[in-house]
């Protein structure tokens, strides 16, 4: 049965961006270290996952699956180098959940293949966080993308607002994913209580 996951999925750089959207109201967030001691990314963790059961919030680990199954985070996100070298049978075994980056067909094929719980495409359209080496990939991939996995989740990436997301959810998207938007905000709180009624106006 396919997983369900909140329209809104925010991922954040540290625990301490978790802990001040969360309770907004926040029902799906990514946790997403980049560079860190292996104890600091552990200690991360463990508070993010206090914040996130406290709140009714479901977290997703970005690449640390070691450290999700030492401190029972039950998803995690991977993107396609992380995929090749995951023990994906621990992982599975754990019973942890397993979202993949896609990008291209063969990077489609990986993950359907290593029977991903969510499919994420991106970046949709140009994104400034960071250099991307792939082109934006438009709502026509996005629906493309939407025929080619059936009913598993789908969730789109990369330069996404509260103005564009009606249309990135009518091309096909259940979840978007969303940095850039509310963490470069002069009002980020505010920022995400306007994802948060977007999501809550078309449905979880």
């Known amino acids: 049965m396919p997983v369900k996951l909140a329209r809104f999925y925010p991922i954040v750089p540290d625990v301490g961006w978790l802990e001040r959207i969360v309770p907004l109201g926040v029902k799906l967030v990514q946790l997403r270290i980049k560079d860190g001691a292996w104890d600091d990314i552990r200690d991360q963790t463990r508070r993010a996952l206090d914040v996130t059961r406290a709140h009714g919030c479901q977290l997703i680990l970005n ?16 993107g396609q180098d992380d995929l090749k070298s995951a023990d994906l049978a621990a992982i599975r075994k754990a019973g942890i959940r ?38 934006p990939q438009g709502l026509e991939k996005l629906g493309q993308w939407r025929t080619k996995i059936g009913s598993l989740p789908l969730v789109a990436i990369g330069g996404l607002t509260p103005q564009r997301a009606p249309a990135v959810a009518t091309a096909g998207a ?28 078309i449905g979880r």
């Open 63 to 78: 690449d640390y699956w070691q450290i999700a199954l030492e401190c029972g985070v039950n998803f995690v996100h991977l």
């Open 98 to 135: 397993v979202g993949i980056s896609t990008h291209d067909e063969s990077e489609l094929a990986a993950a359907l293949g290593a029977e991903s719980d969510y499919v994420a495409l991106g970046p949709i359209y140009e994104t400034k966080l960071k250099v991307m080496p792939w082109a």
């Open 174 to 201: 259940d979840t978007l994913a969303v940095i850039t938007d509310f963490i470069t905000s002069p009002t980020p709180e505010t920022r995400v209580l306007d994802w948060l009624r977007w999501s809550d106006g």
